[in-house]
């Protein structure tokens, strides 16, 4: 296949992807004219490219295609459904046939006529409506035509004009020569004037139509339009002067495409003959009569020029085709695209094969510069040391510029998905809404071509299996119209993609059936199952539980496909469904194949690599330094910063020998982060970070969550890389979409939407032991009893340069003043800290809270079953009011809060009572209630607040619906509100974003809420 | 150790060789716990020796860990393991026979790796019922050599894993 044909292919097919898209958008958009105007043009570029290349069929197509949306860019047609599936069946046809083109080199044998007939059809049908086309917008036809009338009126004395407007090369040639010609004129200030207020576009379809007429092509031309063009260049007076500039022009773009010059001679011969008629010479009153009378006459002075006028025409013609055939690179830039061909010089097109092949290269050329920097290493005095540096710098660079080039937007994996909705919808007639959030994520290309498909698989899934029938969505008082969303984001070096629907979900009951209809379980395992690993059945092979096969799913690929392929690129699809409400598929892929920064740790002698992109930091922690590992029971932690921070130690983790020290004294951690949940991992030494290259890990290893892969380092020897989305949620933290963690939770607790908190556990004073969210407290300090002092019948000990209060558990608790150590629970905020007296420190749990409220004693919020004991949960703020009077009252200047009112909705009494002091102590009036319901009422009898703090996860109605009804109308949908969730990973805040809350605040953040609060009110207060 | 016994036998006789026009068969023999094996000539891509092999932790027992084949992560198993035989002791030097499966390379440790034999296919027979039942599930057959027995491996049934029962 020659070069032009292939690259034209290419362009076309990019071109008919972008229609797809638009047109999908002008179906919803039916008003928006420069979107029209933006299918016409790629419609108009299709069909002049098929010009171009001498391909009849397609160019009959595309022009039967764009005849239609011409009409309807002039308002003599609507933008309706049907009108939209035409062009879009004529997109099809002409994919069809370049399919056959690319694959046989040339055009195949078929009839179009029907498809042709029925797309004129629709245009003339509106066409018969009264002609709507505006007078001014076709003015300037006149002067082109001018040319061409004499052409007409030449013809009747010839026979075999016929085939003019084949041997030209169809519309593409006319194309090229009106396109030149308007170009031209269009520059001249001589003649701008007739041209202000005028559509071009329309213009030169017009011209293009009029001379494809007079040339025996298609008649789509309005005599009408001539009529008025003429009328009103009469009446703006166009002038001998302005008629010899626009001959000029004429003369030019024959010119530009080489006409032989005893043909543009004649040709010119003719334009002139027009003089009289165009400048108005002619009476004007007579119109369209004196026209055609004029054009008749003009054929005479033409004659006695060129003896065979029409033989010579088709010389013309001839040259001008071979010409456009030829000259093809001087034609775009010369035919209209001169404003796009600046950007399109800077972007070549490169061979896929190429890019993978340099790729590979460059992958090599990285490990080999990995292993030489290896050997430098230990020739320290190298004289190699300095080109090797730059060596190095310059496959880093090469390296990145490479990986860019492999880049794109994941948009392009998601072009054809509104055309395959709207298509779907149609033939479903179900009524469907595609959302698409996050197209311009990169990915690799590679990834992006493995995931196309099961991506465009799992939307049809959602539309056709997942959305009911609007009859259906009506009756569960749902919006008729279902919604599939889409939505793509980085997370952790991964991509993650979330395809949800609001449909019906995943019925547990089917899929029970069908599982053991298929012999997959028998009754009585599926009894021991959990919905979640029912739900994972429509994984297995030949499991569709879509009651009737449709055209649309159930093509024998099933959603186990699926999963192989994005398993087969190191992803994972994860899935939650709720009865009624939906199912949303999470996949996660990486985002690219090839290489990552890795910091490379060892462990009980063996090394490992961990993603540099999760590492937060390094702390090495001492046995008598600052920092240092601690242990609450058996839970290792260290104080970093006022913060608790969980440990891991990977030694444990990984079931390491530990025939070393059970309990290195010195150790490092590696601070890693996976959302919002961080964490250290323990190890015993750190090297430096390396880029390697990642390799799946083997088929038997893979279900190691603790592992993402395996490498090769520089000095040749294999390491595994550690996940940390795998620890983590092995180390019971909930990772993001991970299957073991979501089976994990499902275990503990079958509802999600219950939160599960980290309690520390201690024991104070005498009863049952007590306990406090571990988030709440700062440090955990062992003082020595000595230091501590009492003055005025309060205790203090001299903290970090700081007088720091104690207070008791309960005023009556006897301080011991045996010399030994007092544990103490620190509470900080800003320079302010407290210690809270306790007798022992007992463990660290991780538990729902189910608080049963019993105010008999201050400073307990209540208690609870935790571990078995029933457990007092302590109410940090009383404490807080016991050891500084003015604990909040000192920072009153700087809060907004200074009575404010505030709405405070959360359906946990635990953190209503957490929260409610701590608000009011930072000056605000709080109000407090259990759920949305509440909250709504308060509305409703009138009442108004500054501010609304709402949890998310509530029974009956959630956050966000609470959030957009609030938003929506009545009197508080001014009111900020502030979102307060335990999971605030980007895509919570963001979904809380489009609910319409106004910021969004992890749970256990205090100082964070009240920054967030003061925050807010002062926007306001600055807008107001 | 508790691994499954219950695993796929019968789905792999493909590498078991069926009577072919030629009457030879080239087998790369190896000794395990003083007994011989053999596999197919074609099947073994690499015979190594002793190598550097990065442990994996967590892995499943037979898994020795992975090592670095010219570039290529080839993942080791300890072929006395998966038999079921004891532990090799720490002195003592291995060799491994690197083979591919499903795309994937596979070292497969033993003790050490003899010549290639030429054998006649009249000496093949199935494997004898009352072959150990551990053998009898990575065996395709024997060939009854002079004075002693040759049991040629199913590298499939070595390297299926699917069908075992986590032992970990």
């Given at each position: 296949?020659?070069?032009?044909?292939?690259?034209?292919?290419?362009?076309?097919?990019?071109?008919?992807?972008?229609?797809?898209?638009?047109?999908?958008?002008?179906?919803?958009?039916?008003?928006?004219?420069?979107?029209?105007?933006?299918?016409?043009?790629?419609?108009?570029?299709?069909?002049?490219?098929?010009?171009?290349?001498?391909?009849?069929?397609?160019?009959?197509?595309?022009?039967?295609?764009?005849?239609?949306?011409?009409?309807?860019?002039?308002?003599?047609?609507?933008?309706?459904?049907?009108?939209?599936?035409?062009?879009?069946?004529?997109?099809?046809?002409?994919?069809?046939?370049?399919?056959?083109?690319?694959?046989?080199?040339?055009?195949?044998?078929?009839?179009?006529?029907?498809?042709?007939?029925?797309?004129?059809?629709?245009?003339?049908?509106?066409?018969?409506?009264?002609?709507?086309?505006?007078?001014?917008?076709?003015?300037?036809?006149?002067?082109?035509?001018?040319?061409?009338?004499?052409?007409?009126?030449?013809?009747?004395?010839?026979?075999?004009?016929?085939?003019?407007?084949?041997?030209?090369?169809?519309?593409?040639?006319?194309?090229?020569?009106?396109?030149?010609?308007?170009?031209?004129?269009?520059?001249?200030?001589?003649?701008?004037?007739?041209?202000?207020?005028?559509?071009?576009?329309?213009?030169?379809?017009?011209?293009?139509?009029?001379?494809?007429?007079?040339?025996?092509?298609?008649?789509?031309?309005?005599?009408?339009?001539?009529?008025?063009?003429?009328?009103?260049?009469?009446?703006?007076?166009?002038?001998?002067?302005?008629?010899?500039?626009?001959?000029?022009?004429?003369?030019?773009?024959?010119?530009?495409?080489?006409?032989?010059?005893?043909?543009?001679?004649?040709?010119?011969?003719?334009?002139?003959?027009?003089?009289?008629?165009?400048?108005?010479?002619?009476?004007?009153?007579?119109?369209?009569?004196?026209?055609?009378?004029?054009?008749?006459?003009?054929?005479?002075?033409?004659?006695?020029?060129?003896?065979?006028?029409?033989?010579?025409?088709?010389?013309?013609?001839?040259?001008?085709?071979?010409?456009?055939?030829?000259?093809?690179?001087?034609?775009?830039?010369?035919?209209?695209?001169?404003?796009?061909?600046?950007?399109?010089?800077?972007?070549?097109?490169?061979?896929?094969?190429?890019?993978?092949?340099?790729?590979?290269?460059?992958?090599?050329l990285v490990l080999t510069r990995n292993q030489v920097l290896q050997i430098l290493r230990q020739h320290k005095d190298s004289e190699f040391a300095a080109p090797l540096q730059r060596l190095n710098h310059v496959?880093?660079?090469?390296?990145?510029?490479?990986?860019?080039?492999?880049?794109?937007?994941?948009?392009?994996?998601?072009?054809?998905?509104?055309?395959?909705?709207?298509?779907?919808?149609?033939?479903?007639?179900?009524?469907?809404?595609?959302?698409?959030?996050?197209?311009?994520?990169?990915?690799?290309?590679?990834?992006?071509?493995?995931?196309?498909?099961?991506?465009?698989?799992?939307?049809?899934?959602?539309?056709?299996?997942?959305?009911?029938?609007?009859?259906?969505?009506?009756?569960?008082?749902?919006?008729?119209?279902?919604?599939?969303?889409?939505?793509?984001?980085?997370?952790?070096?991964?991509i993650i993609i979330e395809i949800s629907d609001d449909g019906r979900g995943l019925s547990l009951a089917k899929i029970k059936s069908k599982a053991v209809q298929n012999g997959l379980a028998s009754e009585a395992?599926?009894?021991?199952?959990?919905?979640?690993?029912?739900?994972?059945?429509?994984?297995?092979?030949?499991?569709?539980?879509?009651?009737?096969?449709?055209?649309?799913?159930?093509?024998?690929?099933?959603?186990?496909?699926?999963?192989?392929?994005?398993?087969?690129?190191?992803?994972?699809?994860?899935?939650?469904?709720?009865?009624?409400?939906?199912?949303?598929?999470?996949?996660?892929?990486?985002?690219?194949?090839?290489?990552?920064?890795?910091?490379?740790?060892?462990?009980?002698?063996?090394?490992?690599?961990?993603?540099?992109?999760?590492?937060?930091?390094?702390?090495?922690?001492?046995?008598?330094?600052?920092?240092?590992?601690?242990?609450?029971?058996?839970?290792?932690?260290?104080?970093?910063?006022?913060?608790?921070?969980?440990?891991?130690?990977?030694?444990?983790?990984?079931?390491?020998?530990?025939?070393?020290?059970?309990?290195?004294?010195?150790?490092?951690?590696?601070?890693?982060?996976?959302?919002?949940?961080?964490?250290?991992?323990?190890?015993?030494?750190?090297?430096?970070?390396?880029?390697?290259?990642?390799?799946?890990?083997?088929?038997?290893?893979?279900?190691?969550?603790?592992?993402?892969?395996?490498?090769?380092?520089?000095?040749?020897?294999v390491i595994m890389i550690l996940d940390p989305n795998g620890i983590a949620a092995h180390s019971g933290q909930m990772g993001m979409g991970d299957s073991a963690a979501a089976e994990n939770m499902s275990k503990?607790?079958?509802?999600?939407?219950?939160?599960?908190?980290?309690?520390?556990?201690?024991?104070?004073?005498?009863?049952?032991?007590?306990?406090?969210?571990?988030?709440?407290?700062?440090?955990?300090?062992?003082?020595?009893?000595?230091?501590?002092?009492?003055?005025?019948?309060?205790?203090?000990?001299?903290?970090?340069?700081?007088?720091?209060?104690?207070?008791?558990?309960?005023?009556?608790?006897?301080?011991?003043?045996?010399?030994?150590?007092?544990?103490?629970?620190?509470?900080?905020?800003?320079?302010?800290?407290?210690?809270?007296?306790?007798?022992?420190?007992?463990?660290?749990?991780?538990?729902?809270?189910?608080?049963?409220?019993?105010?008999?004693?201050?400073?307990?919020?209540?208690?609870?079953?935790?571990?078995?004991?029933?457990?007092?949960?302590?109410?940090?703020?009383?404490?807080?009011?016991?050891?500084?009077?003015?604990?909040?009252?000192?920072?009153?200047?700087?809060?907004?809060?200074?009575?404010?009112?505030?709405?405070?909705?959360?359906?946990?009494?635990?953190?209503?009572?957490?929260?409610?002091?701590?608000?009011?102590?930072?000056?605000?009036?709080?109000?407090?209630?259990?759920?949305?319901?509440?909250?709504?009422?308060?509305?409703?009898?009138?009442?108004?607040?500054?501010?609304?703090?709402?949890?998310?996860?509530?029974?009956?109605?959630?956050?966000?619906?609470?959030?957009?009804?609030?938003?929506?109308?009545?009197?508080?949908?001014?009111?900020?509100?502030?979102?307060?969730?335990?999971?605030?990973?980007?895509?919570?805040?963001?979904?809380?974003?489009?609910?319409?809350?106004?910021?969004?605040?992890?749970?256990?953040?205090?100082?964070?809420?009240?920054?967030?609060?003061?925050?807010?009110?002062?926007?306001?207060?600055?807008?107001? | 150790?508790?691994?499954?016994?219950?695993?796929?036998?019968?789905?792999?006789?493909?590498?078991?060789?069926?009577?072919?026009?030629?009457?030879?068969?080239?087998?790369?023999?190896?000794?395990?716990?003083?007994?011989?094996?053999?596999?197919?000539?074609?099947?073994?891509?690499?015979?190594?020796?002793?190598?550097?092999?990065?442990?994996?932790?967590?892995?499943?027992?037979?898994?020795?860990?992975?090592?670095?084949?010219?570039?290529?992560?080839?993942?080791?198993?300890?072929?006395?393991?998966?038999?079921?035989?004891?532990?090799?002791?720490?002195?003592?030097?291995?060799?491994?026979?690197?083979?591919?499966?499903?795309?994937?390379?596979?070292?497969?440790?033993?003790?050490?790796?003899?010549?290639?034999?030429?054998?006649?296919?009249?000496?093949?027979?199935?494997?004898?019922?009352?072959?150990?039942?551990?053998?009898?599930?990575?065996?395709?057959?024997?060939?009854?050599?002079?004075?002693?027995?040759?049991?040629?491996?199913?590298?499939?049934?070595?390297?299926?894993?699917?069908?075992?029962?986590?032992?970990?």
């Amino acid at each position: 296949m020659d070069d032009l044909l292939s690259e034209f292919l290419t362009e076309t097919f990019e071109n008919l992807a972008v229609l797809d898209v638009e047109l999908v958008k002008l179906e919803q958009n039916p008003n928006d004219m420069e979107l029209l105007g933006n299918i016409f043009r790629l419609v108009h570029t299709v069909k002049g490219t098929c010009g171009f290349l001498g391909l009849p069929r397609l160019e009959s197509v595309a022009h039967a295609g764009e005849n239609v949306l011409g009409k309807v860019r002039d308002g003599e047609l609507d933008v309706t459904p049907e009108a939209v599936s035409l062009i879009l069946e004529c997109l099809d046809r002409i994919r069809s046939i370049m399919g056959d083109l690319e694959a046989t080199g040339s055009e195949p044998q078929g009839d179009d006529s029907d498809l042709i007939k029925r797309l004129n059809a629709f245009a003339d049908g509106a066409a018969a409506a009264p002609p709507a086309a505006p007078a001014p917008a076709a003015a300037p036809a006149a002067p082109s035509s001018g040319a061409v009338v004499s052409l007409q009126s030449i013809r009747p004395g010839k026979t075999s004009e016929a085939s003019i407007y084949e041997q030209i090369g169809g519309m593409g040639t006319i194309d090229a020569m009106i396109e030149v010609l308007f170009n031209r004129v269009m520059g001249d200030l001589r003649l701008k004037k007739f041209f202000e207020n005028i559509n071009i576009d329309h213009l030169q379809g017009r011209s293009r139509d009029y001379v494809a007429k007079i040339a025996g092509g298609p008649d789509s031309f309005n005599e009408a339009d001539l009529k008025a063009a003429h009328a009103r260049l009469c009446g703006m007076g166009f002038n001998d002067a302005q008629f010899d500039a626009f001959a000029g022009h004429v003369q030019a773009a024959l010119n530009t495409l080489e006409v032989p010059a005893t043909i543009s001679a004649m040709i010119m011969g003719m334009v002139f003959s027009t003089r009289d008629e165009v400048v108005g010479r002619v009476a004007p009153g007579e119109g369209v009569t004196s026209l055609q009378q004029a054009s008749a006459a003009a054929a005479a002075p033409v004659e006695p020029v060129a003896v065979n006028p029409v033989a010579e025409l088709q010389q013309l013609v001839e040259s001008v085709k071979t010409d456009a055939r030829t000259d093809k690179q001087a034609k775009p830039v010369e035919a209209g695209d001169s404003k796009d061909s600046a950007v399109a010089n800077q972007t070549i097109r490169v061979n896929v094969d190429l890019l993978e092949n340099l790729m590979t290269m460059v992958s090599e050329l990285v490990l080999t510069r990995n292993q030489v920097l290896q050997i430098l290493r230990q020739h320290k005095d190298s004289e190699f040391a300095a080109p090797l540096q730059r060596l190095n710098h310059v496959t880093s660079e090469l390296q990145e510029g490479v990986m860019k080039t492999r880049m794109q937007p994941i948009g392009n994996a998601w072009s054809k998905l509104p055309r395959l909705i709207r298509d779907l919808s149609h033939e479903l007639k179900k009524k469907v809404d595609l959302v698409m959030i996050g197209q311009e994520t990169e990915l690799d290309r590679q990834v992006l071509e493995m995931i196309k498909d099961p991506l465009t698989h799992m939307v049809r899934n959602s539309a056709d299996h997942g959305l009911e029938t609007p009859e259906e969505r009506r009756r569960a008082g749902k919006p008729e119209t279902g919604k599939v969303t889409l939505n793509a984001f980085h997370e952790g070096g991964h991509i993650i993609i979330e395809i949800s629907d609001d449909g019906r979900g995943l019925s547990l009951a089917k899929i029970k059936s069908k599982a053991v209809q298929n012999g997959l379980a028998s009754e009585a395992e599926l009894e021991s199952m959990t919905d979640q690993q029912i739900q994972q059945f429509i994984f297995k092979a030949g499991f569709s539980t879509a009651a009737k096969v449709t055209s649309v799913s159930g093509r024998g690929v099933g959603m186990d496909v699926v999963k192989t392929n994005i398993e087969k690129i190191g992803g994972t699809v994860e899935m939650r469904s709720t009865e009624g409400k939906g199912t949303t598929f999470v996949i996660k892929i990486p985002l690219t194949l090839a290489i990552v920064s890795a910091l490379i740790v060892e462990c009980s002698g063996e090394r490992f690599a961990i993603p540099q992109i999760s590492v937060v930091e390094l702390v090495r922690a001492t046995s008598n330094g600052e920092l240092k590992v601690e242990k609450i029971k058996d839970t290792p932690v260290l104080r970093l910063r006022n913060r608790l921070l969980p440990l891991v130690s990977l030694r444990e983790l990984l079931r390491l020998d530990s025939s070393e020290t059970t309990m290195n004294e010195d150790t490092f951690i590696v601070v890693a982060q996976v959302g919002t949940y961080s964490f250290g991992i323990m190890v015993d030494r750190v090297f430096d970070t390396e880029e390697i290259v990642v390799k799946p890990v083997a088929p038997i290893l893979r279900d190691i969550e603790m592992f993402s892969g395996n490498t090769i380092l520089g000095d040749g020897s294999v390491i595994m890389i550690l996940d940390p989305n795998g620890i983590a949620a092995h180390s019971g933290q909930m990772g993001m979409g991970d299957s073991a963690a979501a089976e994990n939770m499902s275990k503990r607790s079958r509802s999600v939407s219950e939160e599960v908190v980290p309690l520390l556990l201690f024991k104070a004073g005498d009863g049952a032991p007590k306990a406090v969210p571990l988030a709440l407290v700062a440090r955990l300090e062992e003082l020595d009893r000595a230091t501590i002092e009492n003055s005025n019948d309060r205790w203090f000990v001299q903290y970090r340069g700081q007088l720091m209060p104690l207070v008791p558990m309960d005023a009556y608790q006897q301080i011991s003043t045996e010399p030994g150590r007092q544990p103490v629970l620190v509470f900080s905020d800003r320079e302010h800290s407290m210690g809270l007296m306790v007798d022992n420190i007992v463990d660290i749990v991780e538990t729902r809270l189910n608080v049963e409220i019993s105010a008999a004693t201050p400073g307990r919020i209540g208690s609870a079953v935790i571990a078995g004991h029933a457990t007092e949960i302590i109410d940090t703020g009383y404490y807080l009011s016991q050891a500084f009077g003015d604990w909040f009252g000192s920072r009153e200047e700087d809060t907004a809060g200074r009575g404010r009112r505030l709405l405070l909705v959360d359906d946990s009494a635990f953190f209503r009572h957490l929260l409610a002091p701590q608000l009011s102590a930072a000056g605000f009036q709080v109000t407090s209630v259990d759920s949305p319901d509440r909250a709504l009422a308060l509305c409703e009898q009138g009442e108004t607040f500054d501010i609304i703090v709402s949890d998310i996860e509530m029974p009956g109605m959630t956050g966000f619906e609470f959030c957009e009804t609030v938003k929506k109308a009545g009197p508080w949908q001014g009111t900020p509100i502030i979102a307060l969730s335990s999971h605030a990973n980007p895509k919570e805040v963001a979904k809380g974003r489009q609910a319409g809350f106004d910021d969004y605040v992890a749970k256990y953040d205090r100082d964070g809420l009240v920054h967030t609060l003061n925050e807010t009110l002062s926007e306001i207060r600055g807008a107001a | 150790m508790s691994i499954s016994r219950e695993s796929s036998k019968a789905d792999d006789q493909s590498d078991t060789l069926a009577i072919g026009s030629s009457d030879y068969r080239d087998y790369v023999t190896m000794s395990i716990a003083d007994r011989l094996f053999g596999i197919p000539v074609l099947k073994v891509q690499d015979v190594l020796g002793q190598q550097a092999i990065t442990r994996v932790p967590l892995a499943p027992p037979e898994v020795a860990g992975s090592l670095n084949l010219r570039g290529r992560i080839v993942t080791a198993i300890d072929v006395r393991l998966r038999l079921g035989l004891d532990r090799r002791e720490n002195a003592k030097a291995s060799m491994s026979v690197v083979v591919e499966h499903d795309g994937e390379l596979y070292s497969l440790l033993v003790d050490s790796v003899g010549e290639v034999l030429s054998l006649n296919v009249k000496d093949y027979q199935r494997n004898p019922p009352t072959l150990n039942p551990r053998l009898r599930e990575f065996s395709d057959g024997i060939y009854r050599l002079n004075g002693s027995l040759l049991v040629v491996l199913s590298v499939a049934s070595l390297l299926n894993f699917s069908g075992r029962v986590d032992a970990a």
